[in-house]
């Protein structure tokens, strides 16, 4: 069987691709590890995210997606091309269509940046898509109807949120806070209450454990290791739930600001169809203990996290590629 659609969500922390009738291939870390020297690619994806913080000067392993845009066009397409071929396997006959979803904030230039990466990587030709929408799409929100539903998605360098009706968004919102800030905000956090040095790896490790978006009544401890600020020797510190929910506040009020705003803007017959069937929440972010809850508590209207959310964006991409007629109004540019 040839296959010729792939959907592509090209997130800021993992790239996942979706092949129809396969669904989900690939799921690895958007990490592209490049010699110093020659400019060659090493690694990517999961190996070449286990050389983060570990390579000697000849070698540097990046992300080349910041905030959820290309910040470096040249390692993107290479990294486009190496999943592609991938999802792809052996030989094969015809360049596939791939649709990727981007931002609902990004620029024309950054759309531009993604369809000149995806043709380059090897695609005939290039769909782009709005992130709420495929969310949506993928959590079985029948963004069709003449009735407002409401998707937060919040993923590795943004968070989307957006009211959507009759297969189009109405209002929406696109920040640029995601994982990747609360990683950072949690590193830093650490490093002035225990003057303790940690990389991103561990900043991850330690939201993923113990992270919650809400004070826990039974906190979580976790033993973390890093580098004494004072006197450079290695250190073990014991950090709790707490921790991390202080460390990433201003994150998330910067996401309840974004919802609340949305919330504002959108129609008031939308704004009853929103409180009447809640706010459905998407992305690894998502995932969060409690982030729901937050959410809730700010908004007043229930809000609950989708299945599957972690795969909401790739698996609408797949169902949009396959029903290409029926998303058209949805899909921003080609080429």
Not at 120 to 129: L, S, V
Not at 179 to 196: E, Q, T, W
Not at 301 to 329: H, P, Q, W
Request: aromatic share 4%; with cysteine; net charge neutral.
């Amino acid at each position: 069987m040839f296959i010729k659609k792939i959907g592509i969500d090209l997130g800021t922390t993992n790239v996942l691709v979706h092949v129809p009738k396969r669904g989900v291939v690939i799921n690895e870390p958007s990490v592209v590890a490049i010699s110093n020297i020659d400019k060659k690619i090493i690694a990517v994806g999961a190996e070449a995210k286990e050389m983060l913080g570990r390579t000697p000067d000849t070698i540097i392993a990046s992300k080349p997606l910041r905030d959820g845009v290309i910040a470096d066009y040249k390692t993107t397409e290479a990294m486009l091309r190496y999943f592609i071929n991938k999802a792809l396997g052996g030989v094969r006959l015809f360049r596939p269509e791939v649709m990727v979803a981007v931002p609902a904030g990004i620029t024309s230039t950054e759309r531009r940046a993604v369809i000149d990466a995806t043709i380059a990587a090897g695609a005939k030709a290039a769909y782009i898509i709005k992130e709420p929408i495929v969310a949506a799409i993928g959590a079985n929100i029948p963004i069709g109807s003449a009735s407002g539903h409401m998707i937060i998605d919040i993923g590795g360098g943004t968070s989307e949120i957006a009211v959507i009706s009759l297969g189009g968004i109405v209002a929406s919102n696109s920040v640029r806070i995601g994982g990747n800030k609360f990683d950072a905000s949690i590193s830093d956090y650490i490093r002035r209450k225990y003057n303790l040095a940690i990389g991103e790896r561990t900043a991850e490790e330690i939201k993923i454990k113990i992270g919650s978006a809400l004070y826990l009544e039974e906190k979580l401890y976790l033993e973390i290791r890093g580098r004494d600020m004072i006197d450079g020797m290695p250190k073990t510190v014991l950090a709790s739930s707490d921790d991390v929910t202080e460390a990433i506040q201003s994150e998330l009020e910067g996401i309840i600001t974004a919802v609340k705003g949305v919330l504002h803007e959108t129609p008031p017959e939308l704004s009853a169809d929103v409180i009447d069937k809640g706010i459905v929440m998407s992305g690894g972010s998502s995932l969060l203990r409690n982030i729901d809850r937050l959410i809730t508590k700010a908004t007043g209207i229930s809000t609950y996290v989708a299945d599957d959310a972690l795969y909401c964006v790739v698996k609408g991409t797949g169902i949009a590629l396959e029903n290409l007629e029926s998303y058209k109004r949805s899909i921003l540019a080609t080429k």
